[in-house]
């Protein structure tokens, strides 16, 4: 059964156009992680610095070992130049409806 991960996050004033371009930069290699199965991205229409990230994976376990390699790697803390406050995530089993 696939995992949906639901990421938010909150852009720092003045700082949206940037995160976008390091987003399409670094997505590639999530895109081509063992397990992933879509990404996508959401700007609220009513607030702009609200961002949402809906990330499909094959399992929870593929995402975690995503993450993991994400945090080594330093691009988890090349985000929060980029946010304000914590990335939250929580994840989401199909409900087959």
């Known amino acids: ?17 940037e995160l ?3 987003l399409v930069k670094i997505l590639p290699d999530t895109r081509g992680f ?7 991205f959401y700007r609220n229409q009513d607030d702009p610095q609200d961002l949402v990230i ?13 993450l993991a390699w994400r945090t080594e790697e330093g691009i988890l803390g090349e985000l929060g130049e980029f946010i304000d406050g914590e ?5 989401f089993d199909p409900m087959g409806v």
């Open 34 to 40: 063992q397990g992933c199965v879509s990404v996508e």
């Open 20 to 22: 976008r371009e390091w």
């Open 87 to 91: 990335l939250t995530v929580r994840y």
């Open 54 to 66: 809906l990330e499909k994976w094959n399992s929870r376990a593929d995402y975690e070992a995503y």
């Open 1 to 17: 059964m696939t995992c949906q991960a639901v990421l938010a996050i909150t852009a720092k004033e003045g700082k949206y156009d």
